[in-house]
């Protein structure tokens, strides 16, 4: 997808979302890293866009606790891991599943799927406190 597609779907309202600028193991790294990382995909997104995320997701599914406490300081409103499922009343709002719609795993059938699958009953950031 490109700049100006993403430009686009950001000014009719789409929520954007990013996975830092490396797409390293964020596991892996120090807190500095990880800062530096989000910072560098954060500022190319709004020289780019004009735009900073609002939506997070860990590359390769990958988070820890330490990992989460780091990406809310960023003011994300949630970010999601590749574990499967349903967002429910309750969840972590910073450790939010999805489903795989890739090429490699995915067709029409597959996504009327998800699309039918019943909803959580909560909308997302619905009930977050703010702050």
């Given at each position: ?18 996975l830092g600028a490396s797409y390293r ?63 429910y009343p309750g969840a ?40």
């Open positions: 997808m490109s700049w100006d597609q993403l430009r686009e779907l950001s000014s009719s309202g789409v929520v954007i979302g990013t193991h964020l596991v892996s790294l120090n807190e500095s890293e990880v800062a530096a990382d989000i910072a560098q995909a954060n500022q190319r997104f709004m020289d780019k866009i004009g735009i900073i995320p609002e939506l997070f997701a860990y590359p390769f599914g990958e988070y820890s606790a330490d990992l989460q406490k780091i990406i809310t300081r960023y003011r994300y409103s949630a970010a999601f891991g590749q574990h499967l499922g349903v967002i972590d709002y910073f450790a939010l599943p999805r489903y795989p719609l890739v090429e490699s795993y995915s067709n029409m059938a597959r996504f009327q799927t998800v699309v039918d699958t019943p909803p959580s009953g909560d909308r997302l950031g619905a009930d977050r406190p703010s702050g």
